[in-house]
């Protein structure tokens, strides 16, 4: 697995990091051995960035990863925690907490649940309008000087944000939604980053499975799988993005690849500092997200991908309404 650094001072990491949301929360029913499983396979291949969130199945997606690296060595394993969303006893969502003194109390649940003494990306999820960016990463700041975190991310904030916190402290990565249907961050917020020195982890590179090649209109979504709410995944909007789905498919075919894997491929060709996170949740789809490690797109092969599904193409915004509104990075 080639390796690729995060932020100008920031750690080396594997070109593809395992995202674990699935594992325990949003897109229904997982398995906690195949998830356990899925983890090892990742590490035994040489994924070192795991991402987590402390409110992924309130508690469970931590404990599922200490369970994954007991007998382990911690020093291969490149902990990315978000914190910050609030939950209820149902499992719906309570808003945003990230004044200093909560940031203090989350990090000593989540060092608990991990078993271990320091987290190497920690990061709110998401920003709250009566917190300042600039005391979060104060206090994110004193918690790297007590060597209690490592490095300082930040997710889904804008350039402007990015800019106002990197000033205080430098921030490692920045975690954005990313893909060939989701690219508006290539606007202003990738050119950011680079200028800052900042790395990017890109997440929903397979905008949740719905570009993975393997969803269809006849896929059904359980009660708690969330992609049921999203605008992307529901009636025409879901029959022009899976047609988006079938161009791209004719190109992988052209290159004897998947179509996950020319997803994924095209987003590690978007820049050195651009690590995707992989949310694979089974071993057979780790393996298949992997082999985009391996291809080298050619200019005439970005030009037929991007003349397939160009900029802009997607039906439906990201996320409904409610929670583009939660969105720093979304914000004019
Ligand atoms: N900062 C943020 O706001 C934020 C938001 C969301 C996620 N994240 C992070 O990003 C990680 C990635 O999550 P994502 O949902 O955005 O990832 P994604 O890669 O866009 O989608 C993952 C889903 O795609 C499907 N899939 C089909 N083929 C696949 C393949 N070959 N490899 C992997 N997945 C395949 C799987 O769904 P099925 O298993 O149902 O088939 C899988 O759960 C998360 O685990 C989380 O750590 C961050």
Do not use: C
């Not at 997606?61 to 209820?88: C, H, P, Q, Y």
């Amino acid at each position: 697995m080639n390796t690729r650094t995060l932020g100008t001072n920031g750690p080396t990491v594997s070109a593809l990091g395992l995202g674990l949301m699935g594992m325990s929360d949003l897109y229904g029913a997982a398995d906690e051995a195949e998830s356990i499983a899925t983890i090892h396979a990742a590490l035994d291949a040489g994924i070192t960035l795991l991402d987590t969130g402390d409110f992924y199945g309130m508690g469970h997606n931590e404990l599922l990863l200490r369970d994954a690296l007991r007998g382990r060595s911690r020093d291969n394993a490149l902990i990315s925690v978000k914190f910050g969303a609030l939950r209820d006893v149902d499992g719906g969502w309570n808003g945003v907490d990230v004044r200093p003194a909560a940031i203090k109390n989350f990090l000593a649940y989540t060092l608990r649940r991990l078993g271990t003494d320091h987290v190497d990306i920690y990061r709110p999820a998401r920003l709250s309008p009566d917190v300042p960016v600039e005391d979060v990463v104060g206090a994110l700041a004193e918690l790297v000087k007590a060597g209690h975190i490592r490095h300082i991310g930040l997710s889904e904030v804008s350039a402007e944000t990015l800019r106002r916190a990197h000033a205080v402290h430098p921030i490692t990565d920045l975690q954005i939604e990313y893909s060939l249907i989701s690219r508006s961050p290539e606007t202003d917020i990738l050119p950011a980053a680079r200028e800052l020195g900042v790395g990017i982890t890109a997440y929903g590179v397979l905008s949740r499975g719905l570009i993975s090649g393997h969803w269809t209109a006849r896929r059904e979504t359980a009660g708690t799988d969330f992609r049921s709410h999203l605008p992307r995944f529901s009636g025409d909007n879901l029959d022009r993005n899976l047609a988006l789905v079938e161009a791209l498919r004719a190109i992988a075919e052209t290159r004897g690849v998947t179509v996950a894997q020319i997803a994924i491929a095209w987003v590690l060709a978007r820049g050195e500092n651009i690590v995707p996170l992989i949310g694979a949740r089974r071993r057979d789809r780790l393996s298949e997200a992997l082999g985009a490690a391996a291809i080298t797109l050619s200019e005439s092969d970005l030009a037929a991908i991007e003349a397939a599904v160009p900029a802009g193409a997607a039906a439906g915004a990201r996320y409904d309404e409610a929670q583009m509104a939660h969105l720093d990075s979304e914000r004019a």
